[in-house]
């Protein structure tokens, strides 16, 4: 399966289903009294996360999608049953972007946590909500709310333990092919992880990890050279960082030089990169150019504050003593990584419900999700429903904001799809 881990997608919750127009109609009851019943809520657009998805792969074969209607109302005050949500599973670890505006709008970052990306339209209200004692026998029935409608842009960041970083052929893939149940591939060539792959490390009595393997490094990552971004947003969820280096490949007189590029690209990308705890890892000790340079490297390391481990990957030698560090470091560092803050709280200014703005020498747009929205929900082809909305457009205080401007009889007024004459507000 392709490893996918942005994705762009549109979200349309369901329109509300619209109220009925309706009387009772029984014997010996001449004069039933109204009797339409509401409309059902339309269904919601919901993003679920959950752990039998590490990609986003599967959600790029639709782009667009799309919840049911709710029921319209019936006769004898029946309800139209709303309609069921429509979800969509994601990887844990999914953040929610609001593609127009950039916000972010949620993280899944744990099992069955779950967002309503586009909250379904409420159904309209049926004849038998407008009586009153002098209105006995309305005409009038609201049309279902819309349902939202956006894009948004899935990001997906890897949730695991233990990262593992390095330059191309460090020995990543065959790290964790050894100590997991992942198959990345491996081969004797650079980039031969295109995309990351997540295994569980379980290790005689100690608790269990997740680790991760990562496309190698190269320089300029941060700047989204080679694979760049792409690989380097996924280390920002993991505790722990570990760091290997093909000591076969190290040049003697700068034993330091790929380890400090390394941390370089981690720095350039984010500078808390760097406060992750970090264990060095020589790898390829099987091979004797290795074997050589382990003293002068481990005493580098340490000079700059790392604890460093000796590995052959290949024969697994310095492999129980670098994973029951990985155990302790990771007893030591429980605090979950912290990603974007999210305003639980969020203060805004009184908007208006409406505004009105001349865009040619003869029409006017009308914009705001209040008069829109009444709009939508109007039934204009009976006479009640456009006294209703008059009436409301009125409580508004549109027709006074209306005549303040230079319009006059024959200019239109757009509101929403709807188009209305100027003079249509003052009849």
């Known amino acids: 399966m392709k490893f996918v881990d942005q994705l762009t997608i549109e979200v349309e919750a369901g329109k509300g ?30 993003l679920v996360a959950s752990r039998d998805y590490n990609t986003l792969y599967e959600l790029g074969f639709q782009r667009r999608y799309i919840a ?91 949730l695991a333990d233990v990262g593992l970083v390095g330059l191309p052929n460090a020995g990543k893939s065959t790290l964790l092919n050894a ?19 997540l295994g569980i490390v379980k290790f005689e009595n100690l608790p269990s990890f997740c680790m991760a393997d990562l ?31 093909d000591l076969s490949t190290v040049d003697p007189k700068d034993p330091l030089e790929s380890f400090e590029g390394i941390l370089r690209e981690l720095k350039l990308f984010k500078e808390s990169l760097l406060d992750k705890p970090m264990l060095v890892v020589g790898n390829k000790m099987d091979i004797t150019e290795a074997r050589e340079l382990w003293p002068v490297f481990s005493e580098a390391v340490q000079k700059r504050g790392y604890r460093v481990f000796s590995l052959s990957g290949a024969t697994g030698k310095g492999l129980p003593e670098l994973l029951k560090a990985i155990n302790e470091l990771l007893a030591q560092n429980n605090e979950k990584p912290k990603m974007p803050e999210m305003e639980e709280e969020r ?81």
């Open 68 to 158: 049911n209607e709710g029921e319209k109302g019936g006769p004898k005050d029946k309800f139209g049953h709303g309609s069921p949500p429509v979800e969509l599973k994601v990887p844990v670890g999914t953040l929610i972007y609001d593609e127009e505006t950039g916000e972010l709008l949620a993280d899944l970052d744990s099992e069955g946590s779950q967002f309503i990306v586009a909250k379904g339209g409420n159904g309209g209200r049926g004849n038998a909500k407008f009586a009153s004692s002098t209105r006995r026998a309305p005409r009038i029935a609201e049309k279902g709310e819309p349902g939202e409608k956006r894009t948004v842009r899935l990001e997906l960041k890897l």
């Open 215 to 245: 496309p190698g490094l190269i320089e300029g990552a941060h700047a989204g050279t080679g694979l760049g971004t792409h690989f380097l947003k996924h280390i920002e969820r993991t505790r722990l960082l570990l760091h290997l280096v």
């Open 347 to 427: 203060y805004h200014e009184f908007l208006a419900p409406f505004s009105i703005e001349r865009i040619s020498a003869n029409s006017f747009m009308v914009t705001g999700r209040e008069i829109e929205r009444l709009v939508q929900m109007t039934d204009f082809t009976t006479d009640d429903g456009v006294m209703l909305f008059r009436k409301k457009l009125k409580k508004l205080g549109f027709m006074d904001e209306l005549s303040q401007t230079d319009g006059n009889d024959e200019d239109t007024v757009i509101i929403g799809e709807m188009e209305f004459e100027f003079r249509e507000f003052f009849i």
């Open 179 to 197: 100590v997991s149940n992942a198959r990345p591939k491996i081969a004797d060539y650079p980039f031969t992880t295109l995309h990351p792959y």
């Open 17 to 46: 289903g619209d109220g009925m127009i309706a009387f009772r109609r029984e014997k010996f009851v001449p004069f039933g009294g109204p009797s339409g019943g509401d409309g059902g809520r339309g269904g919601d657009v919901i």
